[in-house]
């Protein structure tokens, strides 16, 4: 499955992106976490992370703390989940 992603920074274009399959089962994943600095945003995370954990046995393998939300992921921490996990949640708090 593809999907066709508009980059409103570039000049009228627009690039297909594959998506990836999804896992068969969850249990035993490995996953990431990035937050984006608003209020709550790491404690929803960390509680969703231990949620997985107890019920899946995924482990936390990485947690990105982004400089606010309009900033962009650091690209040492996309290397962290490309090659440490096996998905990645952003999420916001407030």
Do not use: C
């Not at 594959?18 to 404690?43: Q, S």
């Not at 947690?63 to 921490?77: Q, R």
Request: hydrophobic share 40%; proline share 2%.
């Amino acid at each position: 499955m593809t999907m066709d992603i508009f980059d409103p920074t570039l000049s009228a274009q627009s690039e297909s992106i594959a998506w990836v399959a999804r896992p068969g089962k969850l249990e035993g994943l490995r996953v990431g976490l990035v937050e984006n600095t608003k209020f709550n945003a790491e404690k929803i995370l960390v509680k969703l992370a231990d949620r997985l954990q107890k019920k899946y046995g995924m482990s936390l393998v990485h947690l990105a703390h982004k400089k606010s939300s309009g900033h962009a992921l650091e690209e040492a921490d996309i290397r962290e989940f490309k090659t440490k996990a096996d998905f990645v949640i952003s999420g916001v708090g407030d």
